[in-house]
């Protein structure tokens, strides 16, 4: 179905919560209910898609598959081809929060095993939890602690990367589904 190819935020920030859950931290995305929120410590973990790196595939206008001149169809015209393509990858920024009470040496020893964990998370997120898409974290942002509303007692750190997402080639047939 057209979500399995479209629906970045639901696939790679549950993903990336399934690999830091697979590590016994709390984790949740954006699609979550928000009935969590008094759970610390945690990890808030948001996708957001960027623009388009122009990285286009033609479907096939007899499969709606990616064209590739391999199942014997008449390569499409370049009219066809400008119709029939799409966008297959796109930058984006992720973000994790790491929320904690309001306890630097708690909170540090959290921050440390979630940034061991983002590390690898590329690694351990594409092809196990993401098997339409592949995300890639190029750049780590920086983070630093931060004391939010002394009254309601908690540290957040935000530990932000960009990256780019795309369309694996096998994904293209959810399409016709």
Not at 23 to 49: G, H, M, T, Y
Request: proline fraction near 5%.
């Amino acid at each position: 179905m057209i979500q399995d190819i479209y629906d970045f935020e639901n696939a790679a920030e549950n993903a990336c919560a399934m690999v830091v859950k697979s590590f016994s931290l709390n984790a949740f995305s954006s699609q979550d209910a928000p009935q969590f929120q008094k759970i610390r410590p945690r990890v808030e973990i948001f996708f957001q898609k960027g623009i388009g790196l122009s990285r286009f595939v033609v479907l096939d206008p007899a499969t709606s598959l990616p064209w590739d001149g391999s199942a014997g169809s008449a390569p499409p015209s370049p009219m066809e081809m400008f119709y029939r393509r799409r966008e297959s990858a796109w930058n984006c920024v992720i973000r994790f929060d790491l929320i904690t009470e309001a306890d630097i040496t708690i909170h540090g020893k959290y921050r440390f095993q979630l940034r061991g964990i983002l590390a690898v998370l590329w690694q351990m997120v594409n092809g196990v939890y993401l098997t339409n898409h592949k995300l890639e974290m190029e750049q780590d942002g920086g983070d630093s602690p931060i004391l939010v509303a002394p009254d309601k007692g908690y540290f957040k750190t935000s530990m932000t990367f960009r990256g780019k997402i795309s369309v694996q080639a096998n994904a293209w047939s959810a399409l016709i589904s």
